[in-house]
Every structure is written in structure tokens, then in C-alpha cells.
């Protein structure tokens, strides 16, 4: 099978090179000379673990990358990876995606039929307006020539590799027969596990080699495109559920980390995603959110769940900075240190991240803030060029004469940290672990005044671990 994934962001790439390693040939096309140098010199254009090792291992064998379309040509199958950016109100901006279209149309080749798959997360009825401008760039029959399906990612940053090769479920929609044909070929290597055995003698990153096979779920095109973004809703009410819970757990005294595990045993309702948090953000669930909720409200039903869902999580933000300013007084003039700046640990995302809403607030508020990032501050800075905080490089620098440190997200830099050292520097020990994450117990005995989320203050336990996620 010939592959082509337009775009080397974070879908295209991902999926190029899982594409590349499971033995089809594949071509990143991306218009950006950068990128596509970067690809060919071996190098991974995004921060995401275990990718830099697996292009290396497939660039100029199996995965290619270039700057021209003629590779659409040759292909069977033609993922549409590009970005897809919200709007102002909320909905998302197709230009993207329109102009990739236009380009597959003028190179798509008339002597063979090829898969247009859209792979982006995109509204429901994209496949019908991508056909009709393949249509009329190419002058090709849809259905005949060529099919526009859905084949949505659910690519976690951070264990996109993971979650690319060891997936729950692959959906696949279109109703055309012989589309289906192409991609139940294209995913047998990875469905059926063909030569993971060499592959994980191969990786130095760890895979659990066992994990269960995928469930491959054919249907519609917009059940496809629609069960993208109400999965995206859905975990994202979860977590706005059990972040609400946290702060009844805290007012009554009950423990919410029980509380979550007590709830992830029913097998209805699962463990993932109930991990107690400042609120989610992110580069996904934000946008699809909005975007649900935007297309709900066109076709005059709005999703009241979801809209709950994101006010809930914006109070979530404000509460971690009420509590602190319960616990200090008053945050006019104290120094406040930031442990963590990207919306979740293993990436450099720092995009509309619950970290700069919350320095918002606490600057807002008269405090001074200090903040480090393992691989975040780069982007972070880049992104909030006039936002008045202190860069730190060491952990210890963020605590230099704080009234406080809040922990918000879940690095394990953070759980290796000399916590001893960090105490040294705090003109006052209080610390807030938004992510229930640290040893409680080890820091209480040190002389920290610790306190987490949705944990009544006589119920801290020693072996505190996250959910998994
Ligand atoms: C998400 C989806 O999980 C993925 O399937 C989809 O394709 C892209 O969007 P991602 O944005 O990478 O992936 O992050 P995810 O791991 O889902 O976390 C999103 C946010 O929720 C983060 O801020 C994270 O810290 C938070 N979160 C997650 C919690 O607060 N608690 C949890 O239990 C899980």
C-alpha cells in the first residue's frame, strides 16, 4: 500500500511514521521546507517520546518526506493530517483542510482509485465538503475515482506511539466496499500484530506487548466524524465530574482518590480518567468542546452536558487559586512558585493550558509568580511573550523565597525533586499538589503544610498514586 499523510504536525506525523513502521511505504508531504529537512535528517518535527527513534529507524527505508504533493499520485491511501484551529467563536477554521483538498485534487491520478481519508479531528459533513472540492479540482467522479472517508485519531500527546500502535479501537467510516477493502489491508499489520514481535526486540521504548487486540469498527462516514468528537466530550465530562466530586470530597472529608477507585471498579463506568486535576485544557479538548457545543446549538439541541462540563472545568481553575488564597490570607504581594506549565506531563504543549489562566488569576490577584517546566517554558514564553513571571531552570529556583508552590502538572522530574532542598528556599512551606501526586506523607514529616485536591486533611495516606490516564 502506497500511504501519503499530508501535514507532519502532531497527527500526520504520528501517523506517517506508525504507517512507515508497519511496512508501508510512506510520504509526509508538509510545505514547510523545516519540517521536511528535519524529517529527512532523521529528527522528529514535535516533541513526542520514542518518534525522533522510530523516523530514524524508517527515513529513506519505509518513510519519506518532501514538500510536493506528486507523491499523491502513486498513492492507495491519502491521510489528511493538517491543523484544524478554532475560531474566535468557538468553531473550527477549515482552511486547512480546504486547501490540502485542493492540492490532492490537482495531483490525484486518474488511473487509479484512492482513499481520501480525514484523519484531523473535523465537524461532522467535512468528507461531503472535501469530495466536493476534490471534485472540482480534479474533474474525477467521487465514488468511482476516488472516496472521502473518516478515520479519526485518538492520539493521546505523550503516548501517541502507544496509543497509535496498541489502539482501543480503529473506526473506519465510509460505505463504499471497496474503501473498506483498502483500509482493512492497510491496518492488517497492525491489527493482527504482524512482525510486533521484531518490533518490540527493536524499540527501546516500552510497550506493553500484550495489550489486547483493537476492535475495528466499521460504519457510516458521519458516525465517524461524530464519534470523535462526543468520545473528546465525554472524557472531558468525566473529568469535569470527578474534579466537582473532588471539591465535595474536600468540604465533607471524604477522600476522593478512594472515591475514584471505589467509582473506576465498575466496569460501566472504568478507572481512566478520573484522575483529580485543575481543570483539563490542551490543544483538543478545549477545541472539540467548543466546537460540539458550537454545531449542537446550530442544529438547535444543544449539548447542556458539555456546556456544563466547560463552565465546571473554568471553576475548577479558579478554586485552585481560591484555595490558596483561603490558606495564605491574602495572595496581594506573596511570592508564588508554578511546578509545571504544559497541560499534562511528557509533552512541551503549552498551548491554552489551565497554567496560564491560573498565573492570570494569582498576577490578577497581586501575587509575584515564578514558574518551571521540564519541556514546556520555551513555548510557554513564546506563547504569553507579556506575562510578568520569573523563568526557572531549577525546580528549586521556583521556591527562592515563596509563600507557595503549586503543583499543576504531574511530571515525574517533580516526584524526583530534592524536596528537602526545595523546602530551604520557601519562606513558607505550603504547598498544593492539584494532581494528588507527591509522597504526602514523606513531605508532611518534613514539615510541609501539604494539601491536595478532594482530600479531607486527616485522610492524607502515604502511597498516593494517580489513576492511570
Ligand atoms: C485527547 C484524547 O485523550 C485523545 O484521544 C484525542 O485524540 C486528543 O485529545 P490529549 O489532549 O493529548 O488527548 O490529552 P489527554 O491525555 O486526553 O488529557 C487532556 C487533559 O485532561 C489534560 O489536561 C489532562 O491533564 C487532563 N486529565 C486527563 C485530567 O485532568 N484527569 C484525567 O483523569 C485525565
Known sequence: MNVVCIGSGYVGSVTGTAFAVLGHPTTVIDLDQNKVDQINAGASPIYELGLDELIRKTIGKTLFA???????????????????????DGTVDLSYIKS?????????????????????????????????????????????????ISNPEFLREGYALEDVFFPDRVVIGTSHPRARKVMRELYHNLLERVNYEELSKDFTFAYNW??????????????AEMIKYASNAFLAVKISYINEVARLCEALGANVLDVAKGMGMDSRIGEKFLQVSSGWSGSCFPKDTAEFLETSRKYGSELSVVKAAVQSNEKMHHFVVEKMQRHLKTLNGKTVGILGLTFKPNTDDARKTQAS????????????VRVHDPKG???????????????????????????????????????QADWKRIQGEMRYPYLLDTRNFLPHKMLVEMGYIYEGLGIGKELIKENVAPLMI
Open 210 to 223: 500484550n495489550s489486547p487486540k483493537a476492535t475495528y469498527f466499521e460504519t457510516d462516514v458521519k458516525s
Open 357 to 368: 489562566t491560573i498565573i492570570r488569576q494569582l498576577i490578577d490577584l497581586g501575587a509575584n
Open 377 to 415: 517554558m520555551e513555548m510557554f514564553r513564546e506563547l504569553n511573550p507579556k506575562l510578568p513571571v520569573g523563568y526557572c531552570d531549577r525546580v528549586e529556583d521556583v521556591a527562592r523565597r515563596a509563600d507557595g508552590v503549586v503543583l499543576l502538572t504531574h511530571w515525574k522530574e517533580y516526584l
Open 66 to 88: 518532501t514538500t510536493s504533493y506528486k507523491a499523491v499520485r502513486e498513492a492507495d491511501v491519502v491521510f489528511i493530517g493538517v491543523g484544524t484551529p478554532s475560531r474566535e
Open 100 to 148: 490540502a483538498a485542493r492540492s490532492i485534487g490537482e495531483y490525484l491520478s486518474p488511473d487509479r482509485f484512492t482513499v481520501v481519508v480525514d484523519k484531523s479531528t473535523v465537524p461532522v459533513g467535512t468528507a461531503d465538503l472535501v469530495t466536493s472540492i476534490i471534485e472540482e479540482a480534479s474533474g474525477q467522479t467521487a465514488e468511482e475515482d476516488f472516496t472521502v
